[in-house]
C-alpha cells in the first residue's frame, strides 16, 4: 500500500461511543473534559450520543445505534477522512453480539491511522496532547493510487 499525508484540521471530528456499562463513564470523562470537546466537532452513535448530548450541553451529530449500523456509520466517516479521532469506551467483560461490528470499526480506525481511546486513561492522554488543538499531518493509505494500479 502506498501512503500520503493527511492534514487534519486544529478543530477535530471527534466521534463518542460506549458500550452500555460504559456510557456514564463516558459521560463523566466528557465533564471533565468539557471545555476541550466543546472546541471540536462532535459525533456520537444512537444512545450515547444522545445521552453525551444531554449531560454535556454540547451539540452532537448522532448516528444511528451501533448495533443497528452505527459503528459502520463511524467507520465510514473515518475511510473518508471525516472523522479525526475515536473515543470509544467498550467494554471487556461484557458479550458484544455485534462484536464483528466493533472488530471492524476497530479496524478502519488503525487503517486510516487515527487515534482511539478505548478506556478513560487513553482518552486522558490524547486529550493532553498538543496535537489535540493544532493542525498535523497524519499518514493514511492513497487510495487514489490503489485504484489507479500504483499500489505497492
Not at 103 to 122: E, G
Not at 137 to 151: F, K, Q, T
Request: charged residues 20%; negative net charge.
Amino acid at each position: 500500500m502506498i501512503y500520503k499525508e493527511h492534514s487534519v484540521s486544529a478543530r477535530k471530528c471527534i466521534a463518542l461511543v460506549a458500550h452500555d456499562n460504559k456510557k456514564q463513564e463516558l459521560v463523566r470523562w466528557g465533564k471533565v473534559h468539557r471545555e476541550s470537546l466543546q472546541q471540536h466537532e462532535l459525533f456520537g452513535t444512537g444512545t450515547t450520543g444522545t445521552l453525551v448530548e444531554k449531560e454535556l450541553g454540547l451539540p452532537i451529530t448522532k448516528l444511528i445505534s451501533g448495533p443497528l449500523g452505527g459503528d459502520q456509520q463511524i467507520g465510514a466517516l473515518i475511510s473518508e477522512c471525516r472523522l479525526d479521532l475515536l473515543v470509544f469506551f467498550w467494554d471487556p467483560f461484557e458479550p458484544m453480539p455485534h462484536d464483528p461490528d466493533v472488530k471492524a470499526l476497530l479496524r478502519i480506525a488503525a487503517v486510516w491511522n487515527i487515534p482511539v481511546a478505548c478506556n478513560r486513561s487513553s482518552a486522558d492522554y490524547i486529550f493532553s496532547s498538543s496535537l489535540l488543538s493544532s493542525t498535523h499531518l497524519r499518514e493514511i493509505p492513497d487510495y487514489d493510487s490503489y485504484v489507479h494500479g500504483r499500489a505497492v
